[in-house]
């Protein structure tokens, strides 16, 4: 079957600074990938579409200059989140398409 | 716009139970639908599908049936087990563009007891 990793699987960072969340598709090359940010409890909340080669398109209420998303390659985007800060806390999930979506395991941010 | 409305949670059953998780939706065009699982602390897991009306999709003893009269995809296992506790989501995509973007409902959570 399809594999989606993620890493790092959980981060911890002080406010302020940035970090970086990888999503590898291992076994197929995937054109577009999505992001999602899952509070406690709650449903996926789709962030942006990142497609291999030019821009990510986000959606209504997500800060691009925030959430910076690459995709450099057919099998890897990047999230960063910029100056994190303690309400970006959250469970990071990303998925890439085949002939479905496959998801990664999540990221868990803690921002201190 | 396209929406899923799942039946709210948490749902708990002992062991051996019969499971239902209702879920509708509301769509333009014809989607294909979804049942993802989440076990604690990871991501999702596609758990089964459907593209068509009438279809059944089924894994892992769950099954679902698309009912486009009734805009329906419940989600049902005959006997369930500790192993199964885990938040379940319905989902819908559109073939409208190339992204095929995923809808969800709010996810119900189960908890099977031993």
């Known amino acids: 079957g399809a594999v989606v990793s993620q890493h790092p699987s959980r981060v911890i960072c002080k406010s302020g600074t940035s970090v970086k969340i990888e999503c590898r598709s291992l076994d197929f090359q995937a054109t577009t990938m999505f992001w999602y940010r899952q509070f406690p409890k709650q449903s996926l909340m789709l962030m942006a579409t990142?497609?291999?080669?030019?821009?990510?398109?986000?959606e209504q209420g997500v800060e691009k200059d925030k959430f910076l998303i690459n995709h450099a390659s057919l099998t890897l985007s990047t999230l960063t989140v910029t100056s994190a800060h303690p309400e970006d806390s959250s469970f990071y999930i990303c998925?890439?398409?085949?002939?479905?979506?496959?998801f990664g395991p999540g990221t868990r941010l803690t921002v201190l | 716009g396209d929406s899923v409305t799942q039946m709210e949670g948490p749902v708990t059953l002992s062991e051996e139970a019969f499971l239902t998780i209702n879920c509708t939706y509301t769509a333009t065009g014809y989607p294909s639908l979804f049942w993802y699982v989440q076990y604690p602390g990871e991501g999702l897991q596609l758990l089964l599908k459907a593209t068509k009306a009438d279809d059944k999709g089924s894994n892992k003893g769950f099954e679902a049936t698309y009912r486009k009269e009734t805009t329906s995809f419940h989600l049902e296992k005959g006997s369930v087990q500790v192993s199964d506790s885990a938040v379940y989501f319905c989902a819908l995509t559109t073939p409208s563009g190339s992204a095929r973007q995923l809808t969800f409902g709010s996810g119900t959570q189960l908890t099977v007891l031993p």
């Open positions: 998925s890439a398409t085949r002939d479905t979506q496959y």
């Open positions: 990142s497609n291999e080669g030019s821009k990510a398109t986000y």
